[in-house]
């Protein structure tokens, strides 16, 4: 028996998703993918982040189909890649990812990354283009959430003046030391719900003496003293293991509280674990 989340955020016309959602960046496609998701659906995970450059959609699709669960009871989200910007090409690529993971349709599907302007100095028009995709895909049923990742202020702009439906979710990389306060407070201001890419961030935020304080503290891990940062500051978080252990650690967050003070002293963790990659600087990613 898994974990009960408890906590629900809703998208805009209804759409409900659990507080915590299970990460399946650096999966590879094959077996070991189709066991860890069928594992972490053991521990109770319902949301799944995939994402088509992860290259794992077949066997997150197979570990959900052989799971048995009925459709409705799982969220299951995915990201546009980047080489497919134009508008007819983001269609197909719906498609063929509802098509890998044998779907009807996505609970959610996001821009994986916005046009970098390196590569486009007509960056918000080409985020336009893919955008009005994104609508189509909506307004014909095939995903019930549209949304963005990696997303700035700045993007999300430029994309409401011209938009139709307007985003309803944006992921960010969010952890401590990485709090994005600016971004996650901007996104609430215009309706959209916020998710956490890589939560934990790397190791040094996990061996950052502040939080190995404050999981003694608690009597809890780091990693769940950052989940529950997280959820304390309505952001969704997206943890990933392929530790059954770790799994359900992950997920076991709502029988404590940090406190405001405690809130606070992560708030000002100095910047630590993170990715590194901004938005407007990418040139490798297309």
């Known amino acids: ?11 805009s016309k209804g759409v409900l998703f659990p507080a915590i959602g299970y990460g399946t960046w650096h999966l590879e496609n094959g077996q070991g993918t189709v066991v860890a998701v069928a594992e972490a659906l053991d521990a109770g995970y319902r949301l799944f982040d995939c994402a088509a450059i992860y290259g794992n959609d077949f066997s ?12 409705e009871e799982l969220f299951i989200t995915n990201k546009l890649w980047n080489t497919y910007r134009k508008y007819d090409d983001a269609v197909m690529a719906c498609k063929r990812t509802l098509k890998l993971m044998r779907l009807e349709y996505l609970d959610s599907y996001l821009i994986h990354w916005p046009a970098s302007p390196k590569i486009y100095p007509n960056w918000a028009e080409v985020n336009s283009e ?5 609508e189509r895909l909506y307004t014909d049923g095939l995903v019930r959430a549209i ?3 990696n997303f700035l202020p700045h993007h999300i702009e430029k994309l409401l003046q011209g938009c139709s439906i307007q985003p309803m979710l944006d992921q960010l990389e969010i952890h401590p030391g990485q709090g994005q306060a600016d971004a996650v407070k901007y996104c609430r201001e215009h309706g ?11 190791g040094k935020v996990l061996e950052n003496e502040r939080l190995v304080s404050l999981a003694k503290k608690y009597g809890k891990t780091v990693a769940q003293i950052c989940i529950r940062w997280c959820i304390q500051k309505d952001v969704v978080p997206l943890p990933r293991s392929s530790s059954p252990i770790r799994m359900r650690e992950n997920l076991d967050v709502f029988g404590f509280e940090l406190s405001g003070d405690d809130i606070s002293e992560i708030d000002m963790v100095p910047y630590c674990g993170g990715s590194g990659l901004d938005p407007d600087e990418i040139i490798c990613f297309g």
């Open 1 to 11: 028996m898994g974990i009960q989340q408890t906590g629900r955020y809703e998208l």
């Open 130 to 134: 893919t955008w009005r995709a994104m």
């Open 147 to 149: 949304g963005l990742s």
């Open 60 to 71: 997150v699709g197979k570990a959900i189909m052989n799971y048995g669960l009925k459709r």
């Open 192 to 202: 959209l719900v916020v998710q956490a890419w890589s939560p934990l961030g790397s």
